[in-house]
Nanobody, 120 residues
C-alpha cells in the first residue's frame, strides 16, 4: 500500500511557475513508477507526465513538453512537477499516482489532488 499526498498547488498568473510535490508513505517508493495526471472541470482525468522508478525515463503529454519537468527524489520519497510558462488551459486538479510499471501506466495508487488555477 502506498499513500500519496500532493501539495504546491495554487493560483498563478499566466506565464508564471509552480512546483508540485507528491509525498509518498512506505519504504517501497523507489520501486514504483510515478505520474502526474490532471482533471479540468467537466473533463476526464488526463495524463500529464510519468517517470520510471529510478528517474531515468520520463514521458510527457505533448502540450506540456518543454514547459513541465517531472522528477523524483527517492531518498525523500517525493516526486515533483516543475511547471513553467503556465497557461490558463493548465487549470485543473492535479493528481499524483504510483504504478508498478511506467508503461502502460494505469495507476495503482492515487492522491487526493491539488488545485492549480492559472489566471489570464
Amino acid at each position: 500500500q502506498v499513500q500519496l499526498v500532493e501539495s504546491g498547488g495554487g493560483l498563478v498568473q499566466a506565464g508564471g511557475s509552480l512546483r508540485l510535490s507528491c509525498s509518498a508513505s512506505g519504504r517501497t517508493f523507489s520501486t514504483y513508477a510515478m505520474g502526474w495526471f490532471r482533471q479540468a472541470p467537466g473533463k476526464e482525468r488526463r495524463f500529464v507526465a510519468t517517470i520510471n522508478s529510478s528517474g531515468g525515463i520520463t514521458y510527457y503529454e505533448d502540450s506540456v513538453k518543454g514547459r513541465f519537468t517531472i522528477s523524483r527524489d527517492n531518498a525523500k520519497n517525493t516526486m515533483y512537477l516543475q511547471m513553467n510558462s503556465l497557461k490558463p488551459e493548465d487549470t485543473a486538479l492535479y493528481y499524483c499516482a504510483a504504478d508498478r510499471r511506467v508503461y502502460p501506466f494505469t495507476g495503482d495508487f492515487w492522491g487526493q489532488g491539488t488545485q492549480v488555477t492559472v489566471s489570464s
